[in-house]
């Protein structure tokens, strides 16, 4: 049994990343179409994003509730842009219980509409504002072309939906959670994100403003893995959803939305991996240590003592809070395991053998830098503690430089379409939905967001040469 | 604003679910026929409920994963009994994208047949055995007669499904199972259960074997509050899932499959409620102790020393690990504060009014006992997590007396009749399903368990003076 090499990420990215999702056991094909499985070492990186970002929402006032799956097609034609946004997409339930149903109900493709119907009976009074919710669930979109985590029919996600007293608290709280989601990419994916907000061309259906992280691939493309919108009073109006102001005056509510779905372990994968596979961030990693017992199969005695060192060592980095496993698999040799390890990106081997028993030792192998060292026996536990702190550490400084790399300043459309090639671009804009089309139909790229911190805009429009659009630069990329 | 009563269970023990349900805020009506909207203080409990047995899962080496949860119509009509007992209860996705589909899918109302169909690709030798893996999702049943928590069409639920290479293994497994939920329900739940096996006229669909915890409600009716199936080989020789061996025979798996649902939250409001609203067993409660400030709006310095010290006790409870709120709330009265609490059964509350402040107390008041009690300032934190665990210990020991209170040993048929009326029975069994249902005929009642530690069998059937069917006295009653 050998392991197979990945086909390298400059070879051709995209085989690359559909073969280590699957060598790697994130996920599997599955025998409907657009869909996947989420195979338990895919699903336990899931767990840990969802646990880490649940935390925050709750930090921060928010709590979690259900919504039914199923909405009338009806809803959907409430709010006009809204329903241009999903209906191609909406899967639909015509029959039940053996008999066709009076109304057809679609798979909720967002719940933006069935919240919409209920907020406006919950909410009376300014006593009732804010709602601060959120939904962990799974939502249907009817895509035709899939791809696993990036894109596929069904998808599991966390859907924020507030509902406040006026414009600036409603903004606010856009704006706190693009935030939360860029210190959960920074702080727990180890991922630079760009936070800005979408032009008008980019813009979540019926919102006024989108606000979003924007993270670099290593085949230097863009992936939004969060957004955050303002809708206004859009929803409000369309699902009238009013309360009585202290002056006892009805006024509509504003309402936010903010997602991000299971595309965040495509944009993990993508934004770290290299060619012998996944790399994951040590605070999602679902497996931070592997141990590797050395034994041959011929020498029981000597197989018993090395696999009870390494139950015991495996103890040990458990009580210091560490997520490890021993890879006692018989039959399999330590370099075959070795590969299958670093293929699933673990980012530490520690590797123990007779021999290591003997000189009071173990040896540690960094998944990112390649390195192996011997460590005292007795200092495991507090060395592999640090190595996970400076590990996350490096992978984001890793993907911060490779990032910074690849973007370029330009102020003429030719370097723009030079740069455009392998990397990010920043770039004064009209602000025009038909200018961006246009560099979109020549390049392939598109207006990924306006940096909140970004460059000052100068001159023209890096392409139509008409006048700036806004007041920073706005980042064009391709994207997935 | 008054809170209003609710109908008391003696008078109509269903128009007391149903109020106590919405007023106490665990869910609302959706606007889709038998679906129901699961608010934060309902949703709060489940999260609860997931996090606990989710521990419990992981701890004796299951991992958790997802399916897809369209599944293809025909799949279902692979294992006979399997489609005789899902079809009529399946919602049917016909439309998507626009277009009609080939194929039409069906919202999964339980993943045993995709299960079935990607294990039969993951197995392929004694080393993958066994698989031992959990799903958290919704499932869908086209229910006619729907209540909240206890039959929606859509509910949330966890389904177990595991591959084993022999019988043995499979029905230790299945037995592990249902202990797990048996130990969930006493240690978390504060619920005592019956644990046995279900006859075979009640068996799940498939089944060669199904394990059930079985709970009493306030009404004495019995609930089944979680399930574990030993499959046998039928789901393998549907789906083709074989392993070759270590003597490199191909065999087929067994398989188990196990499940607990939002139905949980329906058992536990029934199993502890009162007249007064909800009891919540506290190491499930969203909320453990509320703490009402007492404060005049017009006596705003006051006011803000009481709030003030409020929140300083909430934060000293915090620290101990104790979930608190401060009810915080303008323009109502203490008095509707605590009945709104009740309703909502948060085991303890500690009132904190000027007087308190300037006594060096607060008043404890406990859901259960309904006593108050002055408490000195300093000892609150050390007290309430003892008074928290008292809770749970008496809230069990009410449930297991009221269920012993109401349980009966009868050796014939009108003893039967007469004491089936309010409460259970424990009686000989001849095993016979015609028997059963005429049992049902006359009584309503249902066969629920064979309790693993039941009364040994004695005479004849108390039915119909057959043979005793069982070593062990069968359980009945009427149930939900």
Known sequence: MANKRLTPQSQDFSAW??????????????????????????????ENIQGAMDGMFKASGHENLYFPMLIPVSYFEREKEHVEGFSPELAVVTHAGGKPLEEPLAIRPTSET?????YSKWIQSYRDLPLLYNQWCNVMRWEMRTRPFLRTTEFLWQEGHTAHAGAEEALEETMRMVNIYAAFARDWAAMPVMVGEKTSGERFAGALRTYTIETMMRDTRALQAGTSHYMGENFARAFDITFSDEENALRY?????????????????????DDQGLIMPPRLAPVQVIIVPIFRND???????????SDRLRQELVDVGVRVRVDAREGLSPGWKFNDWEQKGVPLRIELGPRDLEAGRVVAADRLSGEKQPLGRDEVA?????????????????????RDGHSSTVDDYDSFCKHIENGWVHATHCGEPVCEQAIQEDTKATARCIPFDGLEAGGGCVRCGGPTGYPRRVVFARAY
């Open 253 to 273: 509510v504003h309402t936010t939305s903010w997602g991000v779905s299971t595309r965040m372990i495509g944009a993990i994968i993508m934004a770290h991996g």
């Open 299 to 309: 020498q029981r005695e000597i197989a018993e003592r090395v696999l009870d060192a």
């Open 114 to 118: 069935i919240i919409g119907e209920m």
């Open 17 to 46: 990343y559909n073969e280590v999702v699957y060598r790697a056991d994130l996920a599997d094909l599955s025998p409907v179409r657009g869909s996947m499985v989420i195979r338990p070492y895919g699903y336990a990186l899931w």
């Open 382 to 402: 507090g060395v592999v503690v640090e190595r996970l702190e400076a590990f996350h550490s490096a992978l984001y400084a890793r993907a911060e430089s490779f």
